[in-house]
């Protein structure tokens, strides 16, 4: 499960630190290319409650297999694709399929994990999350540099066909019953003022991470023209450290004296963060990404 969870993120963000190149090579705006990350994450905001619905009534294995079936072929479709208007109606098909995948492994897993460990079990889901968005940008840049864009999409696609392969033999069905909130309902929860504050954190904390990402690639080509890809990718190993953060953060919030400290803390270290990529050198950048993602 873990491994097809990174597989999917790989999908989500492989594009992200190329973007500078499909730039050039299509003859695009810069928030066209931009728009290539853009159009396969909108679907994360919405596409899960959705899909908590059908899991209700479809088999969550056949989803699951049928979504990363799919999701491998139009990998391989967009490598072999060669117009903008192409490569990004397959980009947002995938930001269609991949909250499906997502949802089912959440699912997946809390069923399967005893209840005491399921905290855990959703740690390292989360951990898994971004070492596969680290693994799929820095492996697109690399093997960009090396051969060409187009086979790191190939050989992610036939992973993903692999997986789908693997995942015959999970044993376990999963039958969820999600909670159907009323509209009512959600408005009663903004009303109360520490879920709206809550809830407005994590979407200005989350606007300023995915700017950032989304920015930090035309960045550094600015800095240097004859940057490899394979270095913007690179940059982004300060997802490491939210890697060893997630999987440690029950020990974090005891020794921080709870959640709200370990929130107010992280936020801290988040803002000095992003202070640093004012300085305009690599190293400084590259250093300043761990304390962005530590506190993010």
């Not at 391989?76 to 499906?100: C, E, K, N």
């Not at 240097?224 to 939210?242: C, E, F, L, R």
Request: aromatic share 16%; with cysteine; charged share 10%.
């Amino acid at each position: 499960m873990y491994t097809c969870t990174i597989l999917t993120l790989c999908t989500l963000y492989a594009v992200q630190p190329i973007q500078p190149l499909f730039e050039k090579e299509f003859a695009l705006s810069r928030f066209e290319a931009v728009i290539f990350t853009t159009v396969i994450m909108l679907p994360l905001g919405f596409a899960p409650i959705v899909y908590g619905y059908v899991l209700e009534t479809l088999s969550s294995k056949l989803f699951l297999r049928n979504a990363i079936l799919i999701l491998g072929v139009l990998e391989l479709l967009f490598a072999y694709s060669d117009t903008y208007a192409a490569l990004l109606g397959i980009r947002a098909l995938q930001g269609v399929l991949i909250p499906a995948v997502l949802t089912s492994l959440m699912s997946y897993i809390s069923f399967i994990t005893p209840k005491e460990r399921v905290q855990q079990a959703i740690g390292y889901y989360i951990a898994a999350t971004i070492l596969g968005g680290f693994i799929g940008r820095l492996l697109s840049g690399t093997l960009s540099d090396l051969f060409g864009w187009r086979l790191f999409f190939i050989l992610l696609g036939i992973a993903l066909i692999a997986m789908y392969g693997c995942l015959h033999y999970v044993g376990e069905e999963v039958k969820v019953d999600f909670v159907k909130p009323k509209l009512s309902q959600i408005v009663d929860v903004l009303k109360q003022k520490s879920f709206l504050n809550i809830y407005t954190m994590m979407f200005f904390i989350f606007f300023v991470f995915q700017a950032l990402l989304n920015f930090i690639p035309f960045q550094l080509k600015q800095l240097s023209s004859t940057m490899g890809y394979g270095k913007v990718g690179m940059m982004y190993a300060g997802y490491i450290i939210g890697f060893i953060v997630s999987i440690r953060i029950l020990w974090l919030i005891k020794r921080l004296g709870g959640e709200t400290k370990t929130i107010m803390i992280g936020i801290v270290i988040f803002a000095l963060g992003l202070q640093i990529f004012h300085i305009g050198d690599y190293t400084v950048m590259f250093a300043g990404m761990f304390v962005f993602c530590a506190g993010f």
